[in-house]
């Protein structure tokens, strides 16, 4: 089995170029089709999140899951592999 891991915010930010890569990854026959769909894509809003009452260290701790998440996931097409 194969895992690709997906940016939402980079989905949102570059939606050509990601749904062009995706396209290819699943060896779609017309790709072009989901490509056209890059418009309805809309970025996430922002909501502050009140943590203290998370144990110390904890928020960081995803905070640096988070980037090493970032940094595997899916680049846009036109950069080579996994950011």
Known sequence: ?????????????????????LSAI??????????HQANTL???????????????GLADTAGELHARLLERALAPAGREGAR
């Open 26 to 35: 699943l060896e779609l026959s017309d790709g072009q089709s989901l490509a």
């Open 42 to 56: 809309r970025p996430s809003r922002a909501h502050d999140i009140d943590t203290s009452d998370l144990p110390p």
């Open 1 to 21: 089995m194969r895992v690709q891991l997906l940016s939402f915010e980079t989905l949102t930010e570059q939606p050509e170029g990601m749904l062009q890569r």
